[in-house]
């Protein structure tokens, strides 16, 4: 069956270092993947694209890699920062005509 | 401003009461979709739609209907609500149309209990 796992365990990291969340994936094809912060109670918010023939994006502190022989997309924040504490989803294109599939998020905690 | 807006933002209503959440975006987007959103069950698709008069079901389309009848406006329509549909929605859309890779954007989202 099709998964898209994102750890379920939230992440505790101390201010300054660099957070990295998994995101794997199981008989999906995707020709991208998306990257969204969402906060409590609001709705996602677009980071970063990485198209299938991208193994490597970067925006300010945010790095993503794309391996689609693993199946598995990287996602780093650098430099880490209390306002970086959120739940990350990764998504992607899963169906062949955009329909985006979401992972159920990884929680990321940035300790002052 | 570049939005989605969502209406209402909170509503607690009764099994069987028929009710409408209204998703509007100021985007010209061609591409509008309905989520919801569940503990443990993370984001899932209801219902999309690529353009004005076409609409397509999710993953969890049963109990809802939509409507694409302007660009702007795609309204998520439950005839008969049922407990079960308790949830946090979320309208999103993108531009480019079938075929692009861009963005979604997301609602600020409906939290709806239905008792």
């Known amino acids: 069956s099709q998964k898209i796992e994102q750890n379920s365990e939230a992440l505790n990291i101390q201010e300054g270092k660099t957070a990295t969340l998994t995101c794997n994936y199981t008989?999906?094809?995707?020709?991208?993947l998306q990257w969204y912060r969402q906060d409590p109670g609001r709705g996602p918010v677009f980071l970063l694209l990485i198209r299938e023939n991208e193994k490597e994006k970067r925006k300010e502190r945010l790095k993503v890699t794309f391996d689609t022989t693993l199946k598995q997309s990287l996602f780093h924040i650098t430099a880490s920062q209390p306002a970086d504490s959120a739940t990350y989803l990764c998504a992607l294109d899963g169906y062949g005509n955009n329909r985006l599939a979401f992972g159920k998020g990884n929680q990321v905690v940035v300790i002052p | 401003e570049a939005q989605v807006t969502q209406n209402p933002r909170y509503l607690i209503t009764v099994t069987g009461k028929k009710l409408t959440v209204t998703c509007s975006q100021n985007?010209?987007?061609?591409?509008m979709s309905w989520y919801r959103q569940d503990p443990g069950l993370g984001l899932r698709q209801i219902y999309y739609s690529m353009n004005v008069e076409v609409t397509d079901k999710g993953d969890v389309p049963e109990g809802y209907k939509v409507s694409r009848k302007e660009k702007r406006n795609f309204p998520l329509i439950l005839e008969s609500p049922s407990p079960n549909q308790t949830s946090l929605y979320f309208c999103?859309?993108?531009?480019?149309?079938?075929?692009?890779?861009?963005?979604?954007?997301f609602g600020p989202g409906t939290r709806l209990t239905v008792l």
């Open positions: 985007m010209n987007h061609e591409y």
């Open positions: 999103a859309s993108k531009g480019g149309g079938g075929g692009s890779y861009n963005e979604q954007f």
């Open positions: 008989n999906y094809s995707p020709a991208y």
